[in-house]
């Protein structure tokens, strides 16, 4: 199992909830679930070897980097 955290800020989580709200291209998320989400999230430990991604990474060399672990290759 290979566990991913996507280290974004509660605002910026918030934010684009909103906007996926407003676009309504994604499937919505209740508001009460949102925040029951929001309340339950915790950063993995270092137990879990968690792949981290954030924002600002650019996704192709992210999963470059990554390939072989997402393909259960090491």
């Not at 430990?45 to 981290?52: F, G, M, N, T, W």
């Not at 650019?58 to 290759?73: D, Q, S, T, V």
Request: net charge negative; glycine share 4%.
């Amino acid at each position: 199992v290979v566990v991913i955290f996507i280290d974004a800020s509660e605002p910026l989580v918030r934010q684009r909830w909103a906007q996926n709200r407003h676009r309504q291209t994604r499937r919505d998320v209740s508001a009460d679930a949102f925040e029951e989400i929001i309340a339950a999230m915790e950063p993995p430990s270092a137990d879990e070897e968690a792949l981290v991604f954030r924002p600002d990474d650019n996704i192709a060399n992210w999963l470059g980097e990554h390939a072989g672990r997402l393909a259960g290759k090491t």
